[in-house]
């Protein structure tokens, strides 16, 4: 196969198995048929094309994919496509700057964001050194609405990727949101990045309080030579599960975060949930009632983003159930009533 055929063909290929296409939908889709290519024809020349070009890449590396369905679906493989071309360190500084990776390659490429972070991770977690370590202490959580990032320091972050790449405590002053300034020594239990703020997850020793510090407040940082202290049973994703959701406001769901939503939802905001479902399992009625609902049913993980979310709809989403998230909405709307109740 030429290289110049077997490029094109795989820039065509989807770039995820959610979005795998048949070989019809890459004869439909290829935009150099020449005109002495009858259309009757083109689907076999596309196969044959598709099993040169898996023959090409060749069979270590498995850059190309197909599933097992019927008929099947190709794309290009991330996971493969990492391991083969993004050096240790680039896969690094892509994950570090994962919200602007996720702008070029993700919403244009069609790759979620989770899938980019997960394919670079599993590259650096492959090798037992200091890149795998501090992959596996990143954290990318959902942003809010689009701010400009916060400036941070690029030897701020140099510190904290190497603190937590020799596991040794780091220092630094600190200024908080209400100006006051401090100088912790802690362990770098972790790296989060959430609306547009990165922060280092601080552990105050064995027994300590764990603290998130902005890094764009942090100055005069270094990394110490005591090693880190890591609170037993510590695990990075727990602890922002409850920080997300403090268990005590959410007692039945502290060992399963999903949960039966049930909305009623105004026609002209539908779109914003038939365009991006909550989740697979979402269902909307058919037709409006009396009143112009349209009912809407769906498992869906709890956070604060969908509290915020279903509240920016103001009166064009009614929660009816579960109990709790319908009160903790009527909390937040009755708070906002107090604020601007002495309006005339």
Do not use: C
Not at 243 to 253: C, F, G, N, T
Not at 284 to 303: F, H, M, N, T, V
């Amino acid at each position: 196969m030429k290289l110049d055929l077997a490029l094109k063909l795989f820039e065509l290929l989807p770039p995820s198995k959610a979005k795998a296409k048949t070989v019809s939908d890459l004869v439909d889709h290829w935009p150099y048929w020449d005109a002495s290519v009858r259309p009757e024809n083109r689907r076999r020349i596309m196969s044959r094309w598709l099993s040169d070009l898996d023959d090409f890449l060749g069979e270590s590396n498995r850059l190309v994919r197909r599933t097992t369905t019927n008929p099947q679906r190709w794309f290009r493989d991330a996971q493969s496509i990492a391991a083969a071309f993004i050096p240790n360190e680039a896969a690094m500084a892509l994950l570090v700057a994962g919200q602007v990776f996720d702008r070029m390659i993700g919403q244009e490429g069609g790759m979620e964001l989770g899938e980019i972070q997960n394919a670079l991770r599993n590259k650096l977690t492959r090798h037992a050194n200091n890149l795998g370590r501090v992959a596996d202490a990143i954290r990318f959580m959902p942003d809010g609405i689009t701010r400009i990032d916060a400036q941070v320091a690029p030897e701020v972050i140099q510190a904290v990727i190497e603190a937590i790449a020799r596991q040794r405590v780091i220092s630094f002053n600190y200024q908080n949101t209400r100006g006051k300034i401090s100088e912790p020594t802690v362990s770098p239990l972790g790296m989060i990045a959430k609306d547009r703020i990165r922060y280092l997850v601080g552990g105050e020793g064995l027994g300590g309080s764990i603290r998130h510090y902005a890094l764009h407040r942090i100055r005069h940082v270094s990394v110490g030579l005591q090693p880190m202290a890591v609170p037993r049973n510590f695990n990075l994703d727990r602890h922002l599960d409850s920080v997300i959701m403090p268990s005590s406001r959410w007692p039945e769901l502290r060992q399963d975060r999903y949960m039966d939503l049930h909305l009623r939802v105004r026609d002209s905001i539908l779109y914003q949930f038939r365009e991006l479902p909550l989740d697979s399992t979402q269902v909307i009625s058919e037709q409006p009632d009396k009143q112009g609902w349209l009912e809407l049913r769906s498992e869906a993980l709890y956070s604060a983003q969908l509290v915020s979310f279903l509240l920016s709809f103001g009166d064009k989403v009614e929660v009816v159930s579960p109990t709790i998230l319908r009160e903790e909405i009527s909390a937040h709307v009755k708070s906002l009533g107090d604020i601007y109740s002495n309006l005339k």
